[in-house]
């Protein structure tokens, strides 16, 4: 079972929650191999090896520089790594923003009335999946309707 975000952005490091719940071949361990492919290119992936029955975080990070198109998360489950062929695969398209900025802005009531005055109560800018502290002047432009 693969649990994983359903929307990634480039540059973002993310997880994927991987578990296997049941050892069907006893003797030998199993390899998860988890990766984003567009087309044919693959553009991450990691590799976890499950000797027991258990649940285990796999990290990937989407390049910078990748664009925006028709992404997969495809899930592969082998014996050996090498040698044998899949025992289970998966792909599930994933949506993907090449955009690396997010502003999200919280005021102290949820609905105003006309003439009300808003008051700002947060104000976060995420860059790059970083958070940055820093001084900004903030417009509110007020004249949406005229006047």
């Known amino acids: 079972m693969i649990t994983a975000p ?3 952005r480039a540059g973002q490091m993310f997880q994927v929650f991987a578990t ?14 988890v990766s984003i492919v567009e087309s044919d290119k693959e553009y991450t992936s990691s590799i976890l090896k499950f000797e027991r029955p258990s649940s285990r975080l796999m990290q990937l990070q989407m390049p910078s520089n990748a664009e925006a198109g028709n992404y ?13 062929g899949n025992i289970f695969f998966n792909e599930t398209e994933i949506e993907f923003t090449p955009k690396h900025a997010s502003i999200f802005i919280q005021m102290s009531k949820p609905i105003y009335r006309q003439e009300q005055l808003g008051i700002l109560e947060k104000l976060i800018f995420i860059c790059n999946s970083s958070h940055y502290f820093f001084g900004t002047d903030i417009c509110l432009n007020s004249d949406l309707y005229g006047p």
């Open 6 to 8: 359903r929307r990634i």
């Open 72 to 84: 997969k998360l495809r899930v592969e489950g082998r014996l050996d790594e090498l040698v044998s």
């Open 20 to 33: 296997i719940l049941r050892m069907e071949y006893h003797e030998n361990a199993i390899s998860v191999r």
